[in-house]
């Protein structure tokens, strides 16, 4: 089983949708998890961070957590051509991030 | 804040030559530093750890003698590809975190390394 895993997509979705992106872990102790974006060619850029269940929203972004279900979601309200990207999830393990294969998102006009 | 800062963004080498590749904090000190890889359409994949004043830690299947990692002070930490190899053609990232504990990682622009 990897460690995090996440759909490869693409997650197609019209312009002013929201777009929901879904991750698990395998590592039950896990208690910090990220979000982040990364444009073709580019490195990673951080959008959340959640470190408790529930949600944490900022801006037109919402992080959820789950730990019972070992579940982290992230949740993008009035998607834009311009979110289009891979989102990858990362969850610490020991001391060590480790990163999902990412989801592709495609958000069209 | 936060920023993290890599150089070269590109380079192009022959087989059989080394590159040192750059990663500096600028606005922080970290005495941990990651260094990953990814290739086309795939996830990072962490290589090594730096750690400022010690060795390396290495992950399972990365040749330390190949990806030499030297973090000799609290803002630079430098990956040397040894003997490249077309294989070895990737993006290279390195990170840094600001903060302690699980704090989030913060990415350079990464070093696309093309061997010829």
């Known amino acids: 089983q990897k460690e995090v895993e996440q759909n490869s997509g693409p997650l197609s979705v019209p312009e002013g949708a929201i777009a929901s992106l879904n991750c698990t872990y395998s590592?039950?102790?896990?208690?910090?998890f990220f979000w982040y974006r990364q444009y073709s060619g580019k490195s990673p850029e951080l959008i959340m961070s959640i470190y408790s269940n529930g949600d944490k929203e900022d801006g037109r972004f919402t992080a959820q957590l789950n730990k019972a279900s070992q579940y982290v979601s992230l949740l993008i309200r009035d998607s834009q051509p311009s979110d289009s990207a891979t989102y990858l999830c990362?969850?610490?393990?020991?001391?060590?991030?480790?990163f999902g294969t990412g989801t592709r998102l495609q958000v069209f006009p | 804040g936060a920023v993290v800062s890599q150089h070269p963004s590109r380079v192009i080498c022959k087989s059989g030559t080394s590159v040192k590749i750059e990663c500096r904090s600028l606005?922080?000190?970290?005495?941990?530093m990651f260094w990953y890889r990814q290739f086309p359409k795939k996830s990072l994949m962490l290589m090594a750890t730096?750690?400022?004043?010690?060795?390396?830690?290495?992950e399972q299947g990365v040749e330390k003698d190949k990806f030499l990692i030297n973090h000799a002070s609290l803002t630079l930490s430098t990956l040397t590809v040894t003997s490249a190899h077309p294989e070895d053609s990737s993006f290279y990232i390195c990170?840094?975190?600001?903060?302690?504990?699980?704090?989030?990682?913060?990415f350079g622009n990464g070093t696309r390394l093309t061997v010829t």
């Open positions: 990170s840094a975190s600001a903060g302690t504990g699980n704090s989030p990682l913060h």
């Open positions: 606005d922080f000190q970290a005495t941990t």
């Open positions: 990362a969850v610490y393990n020991t001391d060590k991030l480790i």
């Open positions: 590592d039950r102790g896990s208690q910090s």
């Open positions: 730096s750690n400022e004043g010690s060795k390396a830690t290495y």
